[in-house]
């Protein structure tokens, strides 16, 4: 069973960039196809980016060139870069890790950017 924990939120004004890492057990990082996906207060949680273990990537429309999604396999770790954030990427921030059929899950981070 994979453990996720994130980390990396915080307070940002608008325009600003946040860095968030998401640290993942071991054993089963190096097969995980990995994703972000966030949820604001009232809506669903979303996807916002993906990246399988060969490295490619992909994203949601409403963060692709501003976002970027990247990881580490020494350090089992992967990364989202946030540029130029805008009030509405407040959101909870977690961490997906997919092996296979299962989905594992951390437990979040907040993202508060202020206008």
């Known amino acids: 069973q994979a453990q996720l924990v994130e980390s990396g939120g915080g307070l940002v004004q608008a325009g600003g960039s946040l860095r968030l890492s998401c640290a993942a057990s071991?054993?089963?990082?190096?097969?995980?196809?990995m994703a972000w996906y966030r949820q604001a207060p009232g809506k669903e949680r979303d996807w916002v980016a993906t990246?399988?273990?060969?490295?490619?990537?992909n994203y949601a429309d409403s963060v692709k060139g501003r976002f970027t999604i990247s990881r580490d396999h020494a350090k089992n770790t992967v990364y989202l870069q946030m540029n130029s954030l805008k009030p509405e990427d407040t959101a909870v921030y977690y961490c997906?890790?997919?092996?296979?059929?299962?989905?594992?899950w951390g437990p979040g981070t907040q993202v508060t950017v202020s206008s």
């Open positions: 990246i399988t273990t060969g490295g490619n990537t």
């Open positions: 071991r054993s089963i990082f190096s097969v995980c196809l």
């Open positions: 997906n890790c997919r092996p296979g059929i299962s989905a594992y």
